[in-house]
């Protein structure tokens, strides 16, 4: 099991179960920018609480562990609870999808991308994996998600939209790490 059969079965699953979601975190900044070793893939879903039985159901024990009632729990809060494939230890970070315009606005900008293998999925916009990364950076992560972002802006095949990261890195409250960001990149 490899982060992209992760990615691939996220995507079948929700597909037949009728949830809206996307990849982000470091399996989506390497796949718009520079490779980075990952054990996890980081996804965000719109998950109605009637559809977490059905997704427990999709990842069973053996194989898998998710905790029905961490699931609910998420739901509730919308906040976050993983899907672990026992035999690898490879992780599924599901976050629930907030009901906020920021969130809202990313579900709308996801795009649909095809990976190696042919491996079909939909992929938070480019955009929208930075100013995520920002987030967690200012929350205080590693350097990881700067030097993620980093890769992106150096190595992006389309052009980013720099209007739209700086009118929501200040909504989001990250425009100072932003700003920063584009000084030490040489953007500003």
């Not at 099991?1 to 992760?6: A, F, G, H, T, V």
């Not at 977490?52 to 069973?60: R, V």
């Not at 929208?128 to 095949?157: P, W």
């Amino acid at each position: 099991m490899r982060p992209s059969d992760l990615v691939r079965l996220v995507h079948e699953t929700c597909e037949r179960l009728g949830l809206a979601y996307f990849v982000s975190g470091s399996v989506a900044s390497s796949y718009y920018g520079e490779y980075r070793n990952t054990l996890d893939v980081d996804i965000v879903v719109d998950l109605p609480a009637p559809a977490i039985s059905p997704l427990c159901s999709a990842f069973a024990q053996p194989e898998w562990y998710l905790s029905e009632e961490a699931a609910y729990e998420a739901v509730q809060r919308s906040g976050m609870f993983n899907i672990i494939h026992v035999p690898s230890g490879l992780k599924i970070d599901v976050s629930v999808l907030r009901p906020r315009p920021a969130d809202e606005l990313r579900m709308d900008r996801r795009t649909l991308v095809t990976l190696e293998g042919g491996i079909r999925a939909w992929f938070a916009a480019p955009e929208d994996v930075i100013l995520a990364k920002l987030e967690f950076y200012q929350l205080g992560g590693s350097d990881k998600h700067v030097r993620d972002i980093a890769g992106m802006l150096k190595t992006l095949d389309v052009p980013i939209d720099m209007a739209y990261l700086d009118h929501w890195a200040l909504r989001l409250g990250v425009h100072r790490e932003w700003a920063a960001l584009k000084i030490r990149l040489g953007m500003a």
